[in-house]
């Protein structure tokens, strides 16, 4: 089976812009969950969608959202870019909705914010 | 509220020696725990995981954690260690909200 995969792999953006970033999860897998990685603040997390549904988010603002298509495939839109956006943003794919459940992860985008 | 604490940000070795890597862990409700693997310009690879039942995980290229509940911890290790496992390492701690909560990681060095 083919992993999870994040497009693209590499961004550069400037403040105020906004930007999209797609996850293609496992086939077969139905729960996406996005993190962000930043040297400063590690990995944290963004928010979780299964069946289409967010349902559970992070402490991040507004400007972060997300969305799941009926295929389970899953994009986040970060809007009025700012320069501590810069950060590797990880998507997560797991089978069902079980906290024991093993979370595969994509290689990430890296956002570069200028 | 939940956390996880790596106590060492980066752990320097010589190959083929042994090594661990710390991991301790806050939380008032059960929990599960995992340890993921990180190589340069790559997302996270899941090295164990310990769900119930032994204390004892194994894992994955010769990696094995114990589960402390007394000690809130949950150690990595491994008995002898190859130049290709320089990587940064995390620990996470998942629970039924479903996220996974990251320590800050522990970067490994394998010397030759």
């Known amino acids: 089976k083919a992993g999870v995969t994040q497009t693209p792999r590499y961004l550069i953006k400037t403040r105020g812009q906004q930007v999209t970033l797609s996850c293609s999860p496992i086939?077969?897998?139905?729960?996406v969950s996005w993190y962000q990685q930043t040297p400063g603040q590690g990995l944290q997390f963004l928010f979780e969608?299964?069946?289409?549904?967010?349902?559970n988010k992070g402490n991040f603002p507004g400007r972060f959202s997300g969305r799941q298509f009926s295929n389970s495939r899953s994009e986040m839109n970060v809007s009025t870019l700012e320069l501590g956006d810069s950060a590797l943003y990880l998507c997560a794919s797991s089978l069902n909705r079980q906290a024991q459940e093993t979370q595969y992860f994509g290689p990430g985008t890296r956002l570069l914010v200028l | 509220a939940q956390s996880v604490t790596q106590l060492d940000s980066q752990v320097p070795v010589f190959e083929e020696a042994p090594v661990e890597l710390r991991c301790n862990y806050s939380?008032?409700?059960?929990?599960?725990l995992f340890w993921y693997v990180q190589y340069p310009n790559q997302g996270l690879q899941l090295l164990l995981k310990y769900l119930s039942g032994s204390t004892l995980v194994k894992g994955i290229n010769g990696f094995e954690a114990e589960f402390n509940k007394s000690q809130t911890s949950f150690h990595l290790r491994k008995p002898s260690v190859h130049i290709s496992d320089t990587a940064e390492y995390f620990c996470?701690?998942?629970?039924?909200?479903?996220?996974?909560?990251f320590g800050s990681g522990t970067r490994l060095l394998v010397r030759p």
């Open positions: 969608y299964f069946s289409e549904t967010q349902r």
């Open positions: 996470a701690l998942g629970d039924s909200s479903y996220k996974l909560i």
């Open positions: 939380s008032s409700v059960s929990v599960y």
């Open positions: 086939s077969g897998h139905r729960s």
